[in-house]
């Protein structure tokens, strides 16, 4: 599967259509900034950047950089190494397979250990692939595994977000998140 990406040319009459690889873009010569070169890993929403991939059955990784999340991470792709929490909607191998990659590529970067949300039904199988994972590695591999059901909340680690899980049909225990900013406007003794 092949993303259509549109980029202007200077002193071509109109745009011209390129093929561009899943990993990066292939253009040359001089261009134009068109809305998708300002962002041209994925899109806004809201004020948000979103990136991302998803090529069913093979990878599914979507980012949203601003608060240093991740939903799935896929092959992991280079820019969700960066991301600080990521959210497993459910583990099948095109959502969860680069797990282990991106624990590593963070502790090798010297990058704090991740946190790893997951359902709540998949987080003693999460636990014992990543041991798997730490046996052949020779490595500590460190995360932060945090099993969450629907109903239950969990804080980002910038203080003003928070993740909920909800119900999804699929063909697994599959779970979506929710993530809403809680502000606190009372006072302490109001509370």
Not at 30 to 41: D, E, G, H, L, V
Not at 141 to 165: H, I, M, S, T, W
Not at 179 to 187: D, P, R, W, Y
């Amino acid at each position: 599967m092949y993303v259509h990406c549109q980029f202007a040319t200077r002193g071509s009459i109109s745009p011209r259509f390129l093929r561009c690889r899943r990993r990066g873009n292939f253009v040359t010569g001089r261009q134009i900034k068109t809305s998708a070169q300002r962002n041209p890993r994925g899109m806004n929403l809201a004020g948000y950047a979103i990136e991302g991939i998803s090529v069913g059955g093979q990878e599914t990784c979507i980012i949203l950089p601003q608060l240093k999340v991740a939903f799935d991470i896929g092959r992991c792709p280079q820019r969700a190494v960066y991301q600080d929490t990521v959210f497993f909607s459910h583990c099948h191998m095109d959502h969860i397979a680069g797990i282990a990659s991106q624990v590593a590529s963070r502790n090798m970067c010297s990058l704090k250990p991740p946190s790893l949300v997951v359902p709540s039904t998949n987080a003693a199988a999460v636990d014992r692939l990543m041991a798997a994972f730490r046996e052949l590695d020779t490595s500590s591999l460190p995360y932060n595994l945090v099993p969450l059901d629907v109903g239950e909340e969990f804080g980002l680690p910038n203080k003003a977000y928070v993740a909920r899980p909800f119900y999804t049909q699929h063909v697994v225990a599959s779970q979506g998140y929710l993530i809403f900013s809680k502000k606190k406007k009372l006072k302490a003794e109001y509370q």
